[in-house]
């Protein structure tokens, strides 16, 4: 079983739609969850976090994390074309140098 | 800004080079991490440092090794380039304690 798991996609979705993205994690010791954003051709950068049950706001990106069902997700609201990406869930069990588990990501078109 | 940089964008080496890479951060951060990524599999943690002259295995540590002897500097060697490690390597680095992870450009190596 991988350590996280995103469904690949891909997820098309038209402007100005919620796009919904999926995580889970199979290590019930998992303490920090993050959420980043590739384009193609670059690296990984950083859009959310969130340590503790509930939903978290960050203009329109909410991450939701839910510990008892070990299940992370990102909702985009008002989807833009350079929303357009592939989003990796990523999960930190806290251990020294804070080591991340990935998922494959999960690709998103936002069709305009 | 944090900036994280990587000595080559594109690499071709041929089997059984050594091959270096290098990576550089500006934040004086303490952790440093060297990824692979490839498609389907995506990003997979192959050592990492949480110090000078410190170095931990990841998940992938075989036919890698790595060097980190001033804070902002962390190469990762392969000591006889083979095929299977044409790949997209990462690097990254965060503060102790802090699990922000902020990537650099990436190399694209590819083994002949």
Same mark, same amino acid.
């Given at each position: 079983?991988?350590?996280?798991?995103?469904?690949?996609?891909?997820?098309?979705?038209?402007?100005?739609?919620?796009?919904?993205?999926?995580?889970?994690?199979?290590?019930?010791?998992?303490?920090?969850?993050?959420?980043?954003?590739?384009?193609?051709?670059?690296?990984?950068?950083?859009?959310?976090?969130?340590?503790?049950?509930?939903?978290?706001?960050?203009?329109?990106?909410?991450?939701q994390l839910n510990k008892a069902s070990q299940y992370v997700s990102l909702l985009i609201r008002d989807s833009q074309p350079s929303d357009s990406a592939t989003y990796l869930c990523a999960v930190s069990r806290k251990l020294t140098g804070n080591q991340f588990y990935f998922g494959t990501g999960t690709s998103l078109?936002?069709?305009? | 800004?944090?900036?994280?940089?990587?000595?080559?964008?594109?690499?071709?080496?041929?089997?059984? @080079?050594?091959?270096?890479?290098?990576?550089?951060?500006? /934040?004086?951060?303490?952790?440093?991490?060297?990824?692979?990524?490839?498609?389907?599999?995506?990003?997979?943690?192959?050592?990492?440092?949480?110090?000078?002259?410190?170095?931990?295995?990841?998940?992938?540590? @075989?036919?890698?090794?790595?060097?980190?002897?001033?804070?902002?500097?962390?190469?990762?060697?392969?000591?006889?380039?083979?095929?299977?490690?044409?790949?997209?390597?990462?690097?990254?680095?965060?503060?102790?304690? /802090? @699990?922000?992870?902020?990537?650099?450009?990436?190399?694209?190596?590819?083994?002949?």
């Open positions: 079983q991988k350590e996280v798991e995103q469904n690949s996609g891909p997820l098309s979705v038209p402007e100005g739609a919620i796009a919904s993205l999926n995580c889970t994690y199979s290590d019930r010791g998992s303490q920090s969850f993050f959420w980043y954003r590739q384009y193609s051709g670059k690296s990984p950068e950083l859009i959310m976090s969130i340590y503790s049950n509930g939903d978290k706001e960050d203009g329109r990106f909410t991450a078109t936002v069709i305009p | 800004d944090v900036k994280v940089t990587q000595s080559s964008r594109y690499l071709v080496k041929r089997t059984g @080079e050594k091959v270096f890479l290098e990576c550089v951060q500006d /934040m004086d951060h303490e952790n440093m991490f060297w990824y692979r990524q490839d498609p389907g599999l995506g990003l997979r943690l192959i050592y990492f440092s949480y110090d000078v002259k410190m170095k931990e295995k990841g998940d992938i540590p @075989e036919g890698y090794s790595v060097s980190r002897e001033k804070k902002e500097r962390f190469s990762l060697i392969l000591e006889s380039a083979s095929t299977n490690q044409t790949s997209m390597y990462l690097c990254a680095s965060s503060f102790q304690g /802090m @699990e922000t992870q902020y990537f650099g450009p990436g190399t694209r190596l590819l083994v002949l």
